[in-house]
T-cell receptor, first 114, second 116 residues
């Protein structure tokens, strides 16, 4: 069965510091990988995705993630945290042939300290 | 990108009543739609997969008689929470796929259901 794990349910960084949110997946076939952000009382916003091609993908708001097949990881980074980055972040996968069924990780709550 | 519209965004209902949530794909045909539930401070859990013209497939532990799903057309799926109770209060969100494997899923804005 496919699964997604996110190390650290809560991450706190100082404004201007590096943001690193970890994501590992388990799948019998190479999945497509996504990061979503959710602000309080709002829906989901797609940050970035990896399907094929270049393993380092850039997304919105300065975020990027690198797919490492050997490590089954897809960690999310941002060089310099901004107060507006405080939100819940979900790593997710779509298994090819699943007709776009998304499997979510447990989420990481990011706090940014001024 | 493709747009999915979910309505209503918020609803409050009395215990014992039923509530219908609509999920529409506005600019594409969605052969498959998915319904998720999110409890406070938790992740999104898949409730069911809705296929146009056929019965929905429910995940283990989801009561199909309580959460009625109808996917009558290629652009509309509905979730009806029947005989709602306070424990059904949650954030419900739908997603739609274009049917092409490997594409991203497109999410609705979500519905905050509060049962009083």
């Amino acid at each position: 069965a496919q699964s997604v794990t996110q190390l650290g349910s809560h991450v706190s960084v100082s404004e201007g510091a590096l943001v690193l949110l970890r994501c590992n997946y388990s799948s019998s076939v190479p999945p497509y990988l996504f990061w979503y952000v959710q602000y309080p009382n709002q829906g989901l916003q797609l940050l970035l995705k990896y399907t094929t091609g270049a393993t380092l993908v850039k997304g919105i708001n300065g975020f990027e993630a690198e797919f490492k097949k050997s490590e089954t990881s897809f960690h999310l980074t941002k060089p310099s945290a901004h107060m507006s980055d405080a939100a819940e972040y979900f790593c997710a996968v779509i298994i090819p042939t699943s007709y776009d069924k998304v499997i979510f990780g447990p989420g990481t709550s990011l706090s940014v300290i001024p | 990108g493709a747009v999915v519209s979910q309505h209503p965004s918020r609803v409050i209902c009395k215990s014992g009543t039923s509530v219908k949530i609509e999920c529409r794909s506005l600019d594409f045909q969605a052969t498959t739609m998915f319904w998720y539930r999110q409890f406070p401070k938790q992740s999104l859990m898949l409730m069911a997969t809705s296929n146009e013209g056929s019965k929905a497939t429910y995940e283990q532990g989801v009561e199909k008689d309580k959460f009625l799903i109808n996917h009558a057309s290629l652009t509309l799926s509905t979730l009806t929470v029947t005989s709602a109770h306070p424990e059904d209060s949650s954030f419900y969100i739908c997603s739609a796929g274009t049917g092409q494997t490997g594409t991203e899923a497109f999410f609705g804005q979500g519905t905050r259901l509060t049962v009083v």
